[in-house]
């Protein structure tokens, strides 16, 4: 319609209208952010928080287009074109920027997703009236009538959204009753607060007017606790009033309310009904009050005619009109006690606050008991009056939390660590409570089936926007340096020292105390009764509030100042302070330094044993290396936490693991183009460690031979020791027991249990435990069973020294299988039994599987001979390859047990072909020899075969020199021999095996070769 307007009167119709709604959203506390030539764009909550914005919103839209059509009609009139408008309203999550103008005056501009759903409900309302979208609906239901339009397609959105056209003011006021709505929570607590009230009421009763004020935080429980009082009073008039917090510039709004309800005016009557009504009232009340009337008149707004106090002087009519409602209450309570209840002082305004002042000087002696409510903020000056009463109201305690809490969602054991975690984020709030509660209601996490069950696990609890209201707001009306305060603190942490705090904030100390103690008296933040000062947020969602109310670049400014102050502050302890650090350099985006710290507490976390936490810091810290820029710190920090990776991924993933595989690969070729060799040898020899672990011996050994050559290019040939150690166990493998233990012998001195010592870092198995341990099996095949014993027994102790699981683990299970191999059941279940339980708490397949071997073979040999076969069986298929012929072993031997010879037969040549093609001869000799007996066991006239079997062994024995198995299969053999009519030959092998001993006379083995020769000799 304007357009066919001449611009000029286009202008002057629509420049006075534009006027009157900015005017309109300023009275609601709102903000202009944008005037389009024919509309404005406004904020609500923003950039001053107030926790019923989406109410203010709303009230100044009705408001708006009542204002217009009065302006309309106007303009109308006199004869010129009327219009009209549409107002759409939604609520959600903006990010406000703010612009300095030329003139120093700052400027917000909203952005986000939530503005352009406003814009669209805009142009979606019919003309005349205002459109909502679902979410200020659910916000303000019953504070105002909402008529639904529908669900429409709005751009930008997939689903379609419910609109809602909002048709005026809904019957409720307060919060509570809009918690009356849903249906109270069962009241709790509360008992001594009910008593000091019950105790003013009776005084009240007798004449002894009494005034209580009960403080307390938003969502304590002021406006519940009145209400639970006047449900369990009798014989009272009650009268209530309540300040609202967009009003406190209407005067005397509580005051009116008040007398609405005294003189039971309801909205609809119209001036004349309300005259008659007051007027019958005063009347029957005391015929002597009728002068108060053209007062009360003139405050209604019923005046008739000429307003007989219109000449009247501003002050004595506004202190007559006061007297006037007050001589009527105290007359009021000749005849019955009166309870006047005035909530929410802290929104009140002048006139009101007079008023209460008056009435508050006068009531003495009367029967009114005055009951009001505050925030802390507010203070009044009756504090000093005998017969006022205060209470603080504290949240809820821990058990009536509790109660309440289960009131609400019921007992089930599943709920209980929700529970825990609503308790700790609200810290007994009640209103906290039930807005988190009905929030995850809202978002289905939980739902209402006869009981209340949990859908989805728990994630981090969002904060419903009701609450964030509250909380915003109270940040918003702290004075400006005590807000930043309380943002910069929400920066560092729930909890921070003051030391700490004094190097990120950066102001004189005086100052910084002085508003710390503000906070304090505010009950934002706690003093920490510790040695240090130390403070903390009262609510977690206060800290997370004020945290989320600062700018992206400054809160990026702070955590950067506040990870250089922790630096400084604590450079002597730093160790203490990785997870903080990474976390203050990963919120400021510094790439570089997030990554060290991961990787440091990655490290730490290793020393710990907790590989999974490690690889949680190690994790990260890859995905961010892609930020550094490129060249050699790139390569070097990705290098550095590859190398922290590799120390988790063996233990949680295990040792013949691609993920093993593939982080010491990376290893490998980052060292390589560094040229740092240390790292490089340490890539390797995992490499060979995986290869080993699958089999493939051959393969390992040629690694590590290359490797060897690299070491000596080390410093001082610091790596040759480690790069020994590798090699001496994949030589013990490979069946080298000769080299093995002249490699061990050199090394058993020298490391060291210190993670620093160069090399420990390099194998999964800390090296000062890892040597005694295989130099132990490696001394056992060499025929030194009581020097194998002793290596074992200092295997363990080291283990159990350095506390390192993956490292205990392997000590136990090493040292139950040396158990097994010197045929010794109680200690091998012992130690397997010990093993299994560390690698079963831990995750550590590996060792377990394998603990769970020698278990199976304990039973066997001790007449639980199917048991025993099946937990062999069970695990056979999933031990590493390099312990697969000793379980073929054990097997072998459970099936001679169970005398299922052609068993004992087909897993015995499987095994032996499978070490031909990894080339791990270790066991050639055992596995040869037990053929032998199945052979024997299968068809005793076999003779031949077994024969061959058992020299063949003996002679692979002799080779390596691994005199344990030369001596069973000799002893094999010498019985073979001897029931063959071939007793001197036989005599004349064993003894000469048998005397070559020179330990271990106790052991089984020795024990029955003496007997047999023994026997021979006779
Ligand atoms: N003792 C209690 N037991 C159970 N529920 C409670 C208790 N106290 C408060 N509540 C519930 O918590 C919510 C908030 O309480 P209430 O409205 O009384 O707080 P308030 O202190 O008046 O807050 P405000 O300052 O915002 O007015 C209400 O829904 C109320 O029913
Ligand atoms: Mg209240």
């Known amino acids: 319609m304007i357009e066919d307007l001449d611009p000029e009167e286009a202008r002057a119709i629509v420049d006075p209208a534009l006027r009157l709604m900015m005017k309109t959203v300023q009275q609601y506390g709102g903000y202009v952010a944008q005037s389009t030539g024919d509309g404005i764009f406004a904020l609500f909550g923003a950039p001053v928080a107030h926790e019923d914005h989406p109410q203010r919103a709303l009230y100044a839209a009705v408001r708006m287009q009542e204002e217009l059509k009065r302006y309309s009609d106007r303009v109308h009139a006199e004869g010129r074109i009327p219009l009209q408008a549409r107002v759409g309203v939604n609520t959600g999550e903006v990010v406000v920027r703010s612009i300095t103008t030329g003139e120093g005056r700052t400027e917000y501009t909203p952005v986000g997703h939530s503005t352009g759903i406003a814009a669209r409900m805009q142009a979606l309302a019919p003309i005349g009236s ?24 709005v751009k930008g959105v997939t689903e379609p959204v419910n609109v809602y056209e909002v048709t005026g003011l809904g019957p409720l006021r307060t919060r509570l009753q809009r918690a009356a709505a849903r249906g109270y929570t069962k009241f709790v607590g509360r008992q001594r607060e009910m008593e000091a009230m019950k105790h003013a009421a009776e005084l009240a009763k007798t004449g002894h007017g009494q005034i209580v004020a009960v403080v307390a935080e938003a969502g304590v429980g002021k406006s519940r606790l009145f209400h639970e009082f006047k449900a369990s009073e009798s014989g009272w008039m009650v009268l209530e009033a309540f300040s609202v917090s967009h009003d406190k510039a209407s005067a005397y709004l509580p005051v009116l309310d008040l ?10 009557d119209d001036a004349r009904s309300r005259r008659e009504k007051v007027a019958g009232k005063i009347a029957v009340l005391d015929r002597s009050l009728e002068d108060t009337l053209p007062y009360l008149y003139a405050l209604l707004g019923i005046v008739e005619g000429m307003d007989p106090l219109a000449q009247m002087d501003g002050q004595v009519k506004k202190r007559r009109t006061l007297d006037a409602i007050k001589r009527i209450l105290l007359r009021e309570s000749l005849n019955q006690p009166l309870m006047v209840i005035f909530e929410d002082l802290h929104w009140i305004d002048d006139q009101t606050q007079e008023f209460l002042n008056l009435l508050a000087d006068s009531l003495a002696n009367t029967k009114i008991l005055l009951l009001v409510n505050y925030r802390p903020e507010y203070s009044h000056q009756w504090g000093s009056k005998t017969y006022y009463t205060q209470l603080r109201l504290d949240p809820l305690g821990k058990e009536s939390a509790e109660e309440m809490l289960s009131a609400r969602i019921g007992d089930s054991p599943e709920l209980a660590p ?26 289905g996490v939980l739902v209402r089936n006869g009981t209340v069950t949990l859908t989805r696990p728990l994630g981090q609890l969002k904060i419903p926007p009701t609450v964030q209201g509250i909380l915003a707001a109270r940040i918003d009306r702290l004075p400006p340096e005590a807000k930043e305060l309380l943002q910069t603190l929400a920066v560092i942490g729930m909890h921070f020292s003051l030391a700490l705090a004094r190097a990120v904030v950066q102001q004189p100390p005086e100052q910084l105390d002085r508003l710390l103690s503000y906070l304090q008296a505010g009950e934002f933040v706690y003093e920490q009764p510790t040695a240090d000062v130390e403070y903390e947020f009262k609510h977690a969602l206060t800290h997370d509030e004020a945290y989320k109310s600062l700018l992206t670049d400054r809160r990026m400014l702070l955590h950067e100042r506040t990870g250089q102050a922790i630096e400084a502050l604590y450079h002597e302890r730093l160790e203490d302070h990785y997870a903080d650090l990474a976390y203050h350099y990963g919120s400021s985006n510094n790439a570089a330094k997030t990554i060290e710290y991961l990787r440091l507490a990655g490290g730490q976390a290793v020393d710990r044993g907790a590989y999974a936490q490690a690889l949680a810091n190690v994790e990260p810290a890859v995905k961010l290396i892609e930020q550094l820029p490129e060249g050699t710190e790139r390569l070097r920090a990705e290098l550095d936490v590859r190398l922290v990776e590799g120390m988790a991924v063996s233990p949680l993933y295990g040792l013949a693991s691609t993920e093993r595989l593939h982080t010491y690969q990376r290893v490998c070729e980052l060292s390589a183009r560094l040229g740092d060799i240390s790292a490089e040898v340490q890539g390797r020899i995992n490499v060979a460690g995986v290869y080993m672990s699958r089999g493939e011996v051959s393969r390992s050994l040629e690694i590590m031979r290359r490797c060897v050559e690299l070491a000596q290019r080390s410093p001082g040939g610091e790596l040759i020791p480690v790069v020994h150690l590798q090699l001496a166990i994949i030589l013990h493998d490979a069946g080298d027991s000769v080299q093995a233990s002249s490699l061990l012998s050199d090394l058993i001195t020298h490391f060291e249990p210190a993670r620093q010592e160069a090399g420990s870092d390099y194998l999964p198995i800390n090296p000062w435990v890892l040597t005694p341990t295989v130099f132990s099996r490696v001394q056992h095949t060499l025929g030194r069973p009581d020097e194998a014993l002793k290596l074992s027994e200092l295997a363990l102790h080291r283990a159990r020294q350095l506390k390192r699981p993956f490292t205990i683990s392997l000590a136990y299970v090493a040292a139950a299988t040396l158990h097994y191999e010197r045929r010794e059941l109680v200690a091998a279940r012992d130690l397997a039994e010990a093993a299994i339980a560390v690698a079963d708490e831990h995750g550590f397949e590996n060792h377990l599987v394998w603990g769970r071997s020698v278990r199976g073979w304990v039973l066997a040999e001790s007449g639980q001979t199917a048991k025993g076969i099946a937990e062999l069986e069970a695990n056979a298929a999933q031990v590493l390859a390099n312990f697969q012929m000793q379980v073929s072993e054990m097997l072998a031997q459970a099936y001679l047990r169970a005398g299922s010879a052609h068993r004992a037969v087909s897993t015995l040549d499987e095994a032996l072909s499978r070490s031909e093609l990894a080339g791990m001869h270790f066991y050639d000799a055992s596995l040869h020899r037990l053929k032998g007996e199945a052979i024997l066991m299968r068809d005793s006239s076999m003779i031949a075969q077994a024969e061959e079997c058992f020299r063949k062994g003996i002679g692979m024995a002799r080779s390596r020199s691994a005199k344990s198995w030369e001596l069973r299969a000799t002893t094999s053999l010498a019985r073979l021999l001897r029931d063959t009519g071939r007793r001197d030959e036989a005599r004349a092998m064993l003894a000469e095996i048998y005397n070559w001993f020179t330990e271990g006379f106790d052991t089984a083995d020795l024990k029955d070769a003496k007997a047999l020769l023994d026997q021979l000799r006779t």
């Not at 205002?130 to 397609?153: D, H, M, N, W």
């Open 130 to 153: 205002i459109a909502a979208t679902e979410s200020v609906r659910k916000l303000c239901e019953g504070y105002f009538v909402f008529k639904s339009l529908g669900p429409t397609k």
């Open 259 to 268: 007398l609405h309800s005294y003189f039971k005016i309801a909205s609809d």
């Open 418 to 443: 929700l529970k825990q975690l609503v308790l700790g984020r609200t810290q007994g709030n009640p209103l906290f409570i039930e807005e988190l509660i009905e929030a995850l209601f809202d978002e």
